[in-house]
């Protein structure tokens, strides 16, 4: 079973570290008190829904993108997946063969 108390805490703080910003400027930038994302991150509360909603947003990602531990950069996926959906059939054709063929050289 999943602690998912303990997976949002470490996902905030991945997601937040990854950003290069402090728990101090992310509480501010959330429109709360100085020590609240130290207080999520820390163990002794949890965000509300409405919150975890704003925090998903202040990250530029989806509810989905948040619990998905897969993606290990899903600002980026976001915005790829974005400028991909303005492409025409044929770029996209190629955009998915380029991403194909730097898949295989990972293997």
């Known amino acids: 079973m999943v602690d998912y108390t303990t997976y949002i805490r470490e996902r905030i703080t991945e997601l937040r ?16 008190n100085r020590n609240y994302i130290q207080g999520i991150t820390s163990g002794k509360a949890l ?5 975890f909603l704003n925090i998903c947003e202040y990250f530029e990602i989806t509810p989905m993108q948040f619990f998905d531990g897969r993606g290990l950069y899903p600002e980026l996926v976001r915005k790829a997946m ?6 025409n059939d044929s770029d996209m054709l190629l955009v998915l063969n380029l991403i194909s063929r730097l898949s295989r050289q990972q293997d």
């Open 17 to 32: 570290m990854r950003r290069g910003v402090s728990e101090y400027q992310m509480s501010l930038a959330l429109g709360q």
């Open 47 to 51: 965000p509300s829904m409405g919150q």
């Open 82 to 87: 974005d400028s991909m959906c303005e492409l």
